[in-house]
Every structure is written in C-alpha cells, then in structure tokens.
C-alpha cells in the first residue's frame, strides 16, 4: 500500500515517524520546497509543486498511490483544494490532518478577521507598533501601512513588497512564554498580527500577549474541501491508514 503525505508540518513528521517502517506500507512525504532548509520526516521524501489538481492526480496514477493525507499547514488552503479534486479523480481515498485552532481564552483581546488584507485595515486603529507573524507571504498586505513599525518573524526572509518600516526576525518555533514576554517589551510592540495555526509551538506569543494587555488580530484558517474527512492529531491519521492496510491485506488474501 502507498500512502503519499503531502506534508512540511509537525504534524506531518510526526505522521510519516509513526508509519515508517510499517510492513507492507510504502510511504511518500511531499514538502512544497518554499523553505529553505526543512525539517525532512522519515522515510521517502519529494520536495516541489505538483503543477495543480491535474500534476497531483497524474502522480498518483503514475506512482500507484492508494491513499492521500493532507497534512499540510492550516493555510495552505489551494493545496488542500487540489488534493480534494486529484482524490475525486483518481479515485483514491483522501483524509486531513488538521491540528485544532486556538480558542480565546479569558481576557484576551482578539480581533478575528478573514484576510491578510482585513487585518491591515484594522491596525491603524488599534496600534502603532506591530508583531507581525503570519510568515513571509502575503506581506504586501501592510505594505501602504507607512506610518507603522514592523517586526516581522518568518522561518525565511520574505521578499518585497513589504513595510517600508520594519525589522526582519528569522526565527524558527517551538517559542517560549519568557521569549514571548520578552521579544514584546523588548520591541515595544502594541499589536500582535497572527494566523489561527493551532498547535503548541506558536501559542506562548497568545498568552504574552494577554498578560501585556495587548491586542491580537486573528486571521480565520480556510475551511478544509467539503466532504474531506478530518482528523485532529497524527495518532488518529496512523489509525486511519492502518484500517486500510489491514482491508487491503484482506482483499490480498481473498
């Protein structure tokens, strides 16, 4: 059985550290290659874009794929659309990986928005220094923003256009709450920009951010394809997988 991983989240690795080595499984992580030096998870990896829907439903064919996790990061929402159709066409079962969003918790200052550039319409209003944290794309959102200060934190330097005012963080998580706490007084920072990722390795910047009485904008994570199965953690993904290894060894035996 070959199961293809479309991956480059913790998620993702840890999925591909669960399955590998698994008799009768063979096993395929796919990372977009938009980051410079990845964390490679075990196993076979290919690192590059598919071409679309078409590209990944042909590599499916021609690798004799028999099931699909999206495992990719909760904002890679084209990727996710592309492996539904491919799934659809190719007629192979398709599950996703979703680590569960952040929840407000008691006293913290959210502003939940749809989109980079909602976001930057509401800074002005909100603050003048800002801790940006959405990662090297989609900076040209705020890049009009000129009478703001930017510190921007992402794995890999982004690229123009961006904020004319800003500092460059190239950092990369699992952070601290006392990192947090101090990253925030340290830059002065009044307003904290994220993306609802969930997961642990991102989260201390929410709980610096309420003990400093700061205000967060939250961008809202794309809705997973209609009919995509969903599951919360690599755990229940390894069971998934290991069900349809244990039918098709049945089928094998028949």
Same mark, same amino acid.
Request: hydrophobic share 45%; aromatic share 6%; no cysteine.
């Given at each position: ?33 938009? $980051? ?66 952040? $929840? ?14 909602? *976001? ?79 997961? *642990? *390795? ?14 967060? $904008? ?19 993904? *390894? ?16």
């Amino acid at each position: 059985m070959h199961v293809l991983i479309l991956g480059g989240t913790t998620e993702a690795r840890r999925l591909a550290e669960l399955l590998h080595g698994t008799r009768g499984l063979e096993l395929t992580s796919s990372l977009a290659g938009r $980051v410079a030096s990845p964390r490679l998870p075990s196993g076979d990896v290919r690192v590059g874009g598919f071409g679309g829907a078409e590209g990944l439903a042909a590599w499916i064919r021609d690798h004799a794929v028999d099931a699909v996790v999206d495992a990719t990061h909760p904002f890679a929402g084209t990727m996710s659309f592309h492996a539904a159709e491919a799934a659809a066409a190719t007629h192979v079962p398709l599950l996703a990986l979703r680590r569960p969003g952040w $929840v407000p918790a008691e006293g913290e200052q959210w502003h939940e928005t749809g989109s980079l550039e909602e *976001a930057a319409l509401m800074l002005p209003a909100l603050g003048r220094r800002i801790f940006l944290t959405t990662g090297r794309m989609g900076l040209s959102a705020f890049a009009a923003l000129d009478d703001l200060w930017f510190l921007v934190r992402s794995v890999d330097a982004p690229e123009a256009p961006h904020p004319r005012s800003m500092e460059i963080l190239l950092d990369r998580g699992p952070f601290t709450r006392d990192g947090e706490r101090e990253l925030l007084r340290r830059h002065r920072i009044d307003v904290v920009v994220t993306k609802d990722s969930g997961g *642990a *390795a991102t989260a201390p910047k929410l709980t610096a951010s309420r003990e400093a009485g700061l205000p967060v $904008v939250v961008i809202r994570r794309p809705s997973v394809p209609e009919g995509v199965s969903v599951v919360p953690d690599p755990e229940r993904a *390894a069971r998934w997988i290991g069900h349809r290894l244990e039918q098709q060894s049945f089928r094998a035996i028949d």
